[in-house]
């Protein structure tokens, strides 16, 4: 059985760095996306990592500023978001995948079954 439990949210001033954490179990995972849902927006991609290419894609507007790592022994998977801006304010959300997806496909929420419970980013002054 597939859990997920999210970490690592929190207020930050802009310019400032916050590392979000997806433990998970019931794996194993070679695929991880992020998302994010801002209030009365809906659910966006953020980021992509297929870890048996070690290809990540991004969206346009997070390139250079964020970035996946893992730690498998701990099971957990990380989104690094540094420079961080006013609008990155979102609820943060990890879907990891058991198989890869087509790269046509990977924006969109409905290729996900996974999903954590989502982890609140505010950026702020």
């Known amino acids: 059985q597939v859990q997920l439990e999210e970490s690592g949210g929190g207020l930050v001033q802009p310019g400032g760095s916050l590392r979000l954490s997806c433990r998970t179990s019931?794996?194993?995972?070679?695929?991880v996306a992020w998302f994010r849902q801002a209030p009365g927006k809906e659910r966006e991609f953020v980021i992509y990592?297929?870890?048996?290419?070690?290809?990540?894609y991004y969206a346009d507007s997070v390139k250079g500023r964020f970035s996946i790592s893992r730690d498998n022994a701990e099971n957990t998977m990380y989104l690094q978001m540094n420079s961080l801006k006013p609008e990155d304010t979102a609820v943060y959300y990890c879907?990891?995948?058991?198989?890869?997806?087509?790269?046509?496909?990977?924006?969109?929420?409905?290729?996900?079954?996974?999903w954590g419970q989502g982890t609140q980013v505010t950026v702020s002054a």
């Open positions: 990592r297929d870890w048996r290419t070690s290809s990540t």
């Open positions: 019931g794996g194993p995972f070679s695929v």
């Open positions: 879907a990891p995948r058991i198989n890869r997806l087509a790269l046509s496909t990977i924006r969109r929420t409905e290729n996900y079954n996974y």
